[in-house]
């Protein structure tokens, strides 16, 4: 009899991991949604074309690894890394290194809100995990 709730047991398991990878995409996704924001509002601002060409790509899932691209620019913007990357320039609006600096303070605290929202099951903001703004 315990070998049927073994079986039972190895199953879940099984479920879970096939699942994890995709539910932590999706809490990756969102993340990187918040995180694109913050980097938005400190684009440098012209003509608003750089700014517009933010971007988060949906989740790719390779094995056990999960990976979320973002970025600025596109083929029709072709000085978003020059303005990036310019620590001399001066800029009324926003500033240099703007998708970078966002990851940077990031960083600290990503693993634990993307932990924060598998617990929560959803992809939903965790509301006790802390943000680059503390």
């Known amino acids: 009899m315990p070998l049927n709730g073994l079986d039972a047991l190895v199953a879940k398991l099984r ?7 995709k539910r932590v995409g999706s809490a990756l996704y969102a993340e990187a949604g918040i995180e694109m924001t913050e980097a938005k509002r400190r684009t440098p601002v ?8 933010g971007v988060v790509a949906e989740p ?17 913007v072709d000085y978003a890394v020059p303005v990036h990357e310019n620590l001399e ?19 600290p605290f990503l ?8 617990q929560l ?9 802390p943000t680059s703004e503390e």
């Open 46 to 53: 012209e003509t608003g074309a750089l700014r517009s060409t």
């Open 60 to 76: 790719e899932l390779s094995g056990n690894r999960v990976t979320v691209a973002m970025g600025f620019g596109g083929p029709a």
């Open 111 to 118: 693993g634990q809100r993307i932990a924060a929202r598998l």
């Open 15 to 21: 479920t879970m991991a096939q699942d994890t990878p």
């Open 89 to 107: 320039a001066h800029h009324p609006r926003g500033q240099a290194k703007f998708l970078e600096s966002v990851l940077n303070e990031a960083a």
């Open 121 to 129: 099951g959803s992809s939903a903001p965790a509301e006790s995990a």
